[in-house]
């Protein structure tokens, strides 16, 4: 039961890592004039990841493509992964809690496919981006989740409009209240508490998914995924050949900081990714490759 809809669905995920993969190395192929152009242009470092049971037994798997000091691309990650097993004690025990599924505890099964994106860029003038979308699946019930958010450390009113107003093209045909819905509760969702303030100037966020109808959710979540490239490659582009000065470095790493403390705190994919054993490099890619504290 629901293998061919998650066979659908790892397969997706699949081809649009592939797809971003593309679009940004196409990025740093282009990179011609501004900061960084006579350097080298970047390329993805490719490592397939496994997972293991306890008993040892294979329990899925997926790739990490990390690009390095690139021309465009500081550090980003796109990570993709199917992963199945069974959930842990706390795990099962934080499912029950936010979820209130029953049966966890006698039939703990898992299974989860997903995308994660982050994007640290060179020039700070380039916002920082996080995407990722995601289907899980137990005996009891099946979700979906994800969304994108831009993070730029010096904010444009007309890029913040371009990323939003392109999400909202890609929800409206699924009904015109997903896009203020799904707005709200990225603003929550990545607001940072302890500091009292959202990460970034916000995007789109759904978690526990679930309509019953699970073609319509997942066409929901694919226009998810597809909303991202015509949504942030138009910013990269037009703000990479900017000139900076030492101070927009320097506000650039204070907002990693901002950066690093959300992920590490609350991002419910890191903590799910430790808690389950997943490749501890592949689910903490989204940590940027310098940042500081002041």
């Keep these: ?60 798997g997926g790739l990490m493509s990390v690009m390095r000091g690139g021309r465009v691309f500081e550090k980003v990650g796109v990570n993709v992964s199917t992963v199945y097993g069974t959930l842990g004690e706390r795990a099962q025990q934080a499912m029950a809690a936010r ?3 029953p049966g966890m505890t006698e039939d703990p099964r898992f299974w989860a496919s997903g995308i994660s994106l982050v994007a640290h860029m060179q020039n700070p003038h380039v916002p920082a981006v996080h995407m990722n979308t995601r289907m899980f699946w137990t005996p009891h019930a099946w979700w979906f989740g994800g969304g994108s958010d831009l993070n730029p450390c010096i904010e444009y009113d007309d890029d913040t409009a371009h990323f939003h107003d392109t999400q909202k093209a890609h929800l409206d045909p699924h009904g015109p209240g997903h896009y203020p ?38 066409a929901l979540t694919q226009d998810i995924g597809r909303a991202f490239l015509p949504a942030f490659v138009p910013l990269v582009e037009k703000r990479r050949v900017q000139g900076f000065l030492d101070a927009d470095k320097d506000t650039q790493l204070v907002h990693r900081g901002l950066y690093a403390e959300y992920n590490l705190v609350y991002d419910r994919g890191t903590k799910f990714g430790l808690e389950t054993g997943h490749d501890p490099d592949a689910v903490l890619m989204s940590l940027p490759p310098l940042a500081k504290w002041i």
């Design 99 to 101: 979820k209130g599924i």
């Design 1 to 60: 039961m629901f293998e061919t809809e998650k066979n659908s669905a790892s397969a997706w995920f699949r081809q649009l890592r592939d797809d971003i993969v593309a679009a940004f190395e196409a990025l740093e192929d282009s990179h011609d004039t501004g900061p960084f152009s006579d350097a080298k242009p970047g390329r993805f470092e490719v490592k397939e990841t496994k997972r293991q049971s306890e008993d040892g037994s294979d329990a899925g």
């Design 181 to 218: 819905r799904l707005k709200e509760w990225a603003d929550e969702y990545f607001y940072i508490p302890h500091r009292k303030r959202a990460r970034g100037v916000g995007g789109i966020f759904m978690d526990d998914y679930c309509t019953g109808d699970w073609k319509a959710d997942f």
